[in-house]
């Protein structure tokens, strides 16, 4: 088992890939084929449910322009699936090339503790947490245009724009605690 590296392949012209990691597979289908359907530029659509990736295909494996972690916020497995594999990353993804995915937020089964804990995390690795509902085709279809246009800057399609800057404008934040004084 190694680490995901993003530099150690050569990119495809004119060609993006893109690796959906999620342990439950109920999101990750639908929005794979939402992907490919956007005919906007060409898609490669990578599919795992967790890392490290097998080591039998690696080099007929693209490189992966970014790798998206699909949190399912009604189940604490998911999120520790995906939390223990960040571990099999290379840092170099974490400059603009990782991304969070969150889904069914508006659920009534979904506890507070949960949805902290993956903005916590997103925080602190300074990445993008996207929410995504996945009740109706026209839901899959808009998040799979939010995460084209971060994956076409990762790849370095949009010209003078970087996955690092990108991912600045984009990085989630964490309010200030309640119990801070203000200074208004």
């Known amino acids: 088992m190694s680490l995901l590296a993003p530099f150690n ?25 939402a992907l490919v359907e956007e005919m906007t530029v060409t898609v490669n659509v990578r599919l795992a449910r967790t890392l490290p990736l097998p080591l039998e295909n690696d080099e007929s494996r693209p490189r992966i322009d970014l790798v998206v972690f699909i949190i399912n916020l009604t189940s604490d497995l998911s999120f520790r699936s995906a939390k223990a594999s960040l571990k099999y ?17 508006r659920h009534a089964s979904v506890h507070t503790g949960l949805l902290d804990a993956v903005r916590q995390l997103a925080v602190s690795l300074h990445c993008p947490l996207l929410f995504a509902e996945d009740q109706t085709p026209e839901d899959v279809k808009s998040s ?26 984009t990085r989630c934040t964490m309010p200030l605690d309640i119990d801070q004084p203000s200074f208004d």
Do not use: H, W
């Open 89 to 105: 990353l290379d840092p170099g993804y974490f400059l603009g090339k990782v991304c969070f995915m969150a889904t069914n937020a």
């Open 144 to 169: 799979a245009r939010r995460l084209l246009t971060i994956l076409k800057v990762a790849s370095g399609l949009v010209p003078n724009t970087s996955a690092l800057f990108l991912s600045n404008l």
């Open 9 to 33: 392949k050569l990119p495809t012209l004119n060609t993006a890939s893109i690796l959906l990691v999620e342990s439950e597979e109920k999101f990750q289908q639908s929005l794979a084929v």
